[in-house]
């Protein structure tokens, strides 16, 4: 099973984020996974109330894997190393439950979001099944270091990357790649991928029916913004009018993996095929509209 290590020396912790860039940029897209970040401090270890197997529960497990066909075609791909639960990307830099600490909080820090109140902030309070990550509360001094160290890095490479196609190209389109739980209710009828573009407002709708209309003719069920419209990334960074558009795609992890282990199932294979598809259809298009 591919569990988190317990112990790893300071020296070889990975950075931040993983950039995986083509030899020369030939599309003006950007691949992105905030979530399938799989390293976790044994510090954090040592203060979270769960076994090893649970505090994974909120990872978007093997997406950067998945998309990782992305610089062969021309487009840079980049990867937390940090796990969600650890540290969550996409997020503001200071959504924060004070329930969970053992002082006050800077009045500057957001503590009235929805996501706060979800125990789903930055700094998660509760893993994706619904069980409380720490044994004590934590202090606000720990936990800024922790989010400089990691929300902060991922932010500029992102940040960085789109300027650098919106400079050589004229706009970007960034695919913001998530994962998303299967859902007990929604039975036969769930979707495959469920994209996000924040109702509209985020992305070129040539974008997303190009994306769609792939995905469906490769014999996936695709929805739009149900019920995951595109979080923090797809609604800070997506603005059209200034020739900048995000997609947030999730895919269905039952199509690729099993949930209770978190193991890679070999029907991921196929997925990440298809979805090499996907990325070489992006980097055929002329998008040259999205300067419009």
Known sequence: MDLPLSVIAEEDRPGPVLLSRPSRQTAPLVFASPHSGRFYPPEFLAESRLDPLSVRRSEDSF???????????GAPL???TFPRVYCDANREAWELDPAMFDGPLPPWVNTASPRVGAGLGTVAR????????YRH?????????RIQRCW????AALSRLIA??????????????????THPLHGISAPDMVLGDAHGTACAPRAVRLVEE????????????????GGYVTRHYGRPRERVHVLQIEL????????????RLPEMARLREDLTLLIARLAGTDWSILRG
């Open 152 to 155: 902060h890095p991922y932010h």
């Open 126 to 133: 509760i893993v994706a099944s619904g069980e409380p990550v």
């Open 63 to 73: 997406v950067e894997e998945l998309f990782s066909a992305a610089p062969e075609h």
């Open 164 to 181: 650098e196609t919106k400079e050589r190209f004229g706009c970007c389109l960034v695919i913001d790649c998530h994962s998303m739980p």
């Open 137 to 145: 509360r934590l202090s606000f001094p720990a936990v800024e270091a």
């Open 78 to 80: 980049l990867a937390a």
């Open 252 to 263: 269905a992890r039952g199509l690729y993996m099993n949930e209770a282990t978190i193991e």
């Open 214 to 229: 792939t995905l469906g003719a490769l014999g996936y069920r695709v929805k739009r913004n149900d019920p995951y419209a």
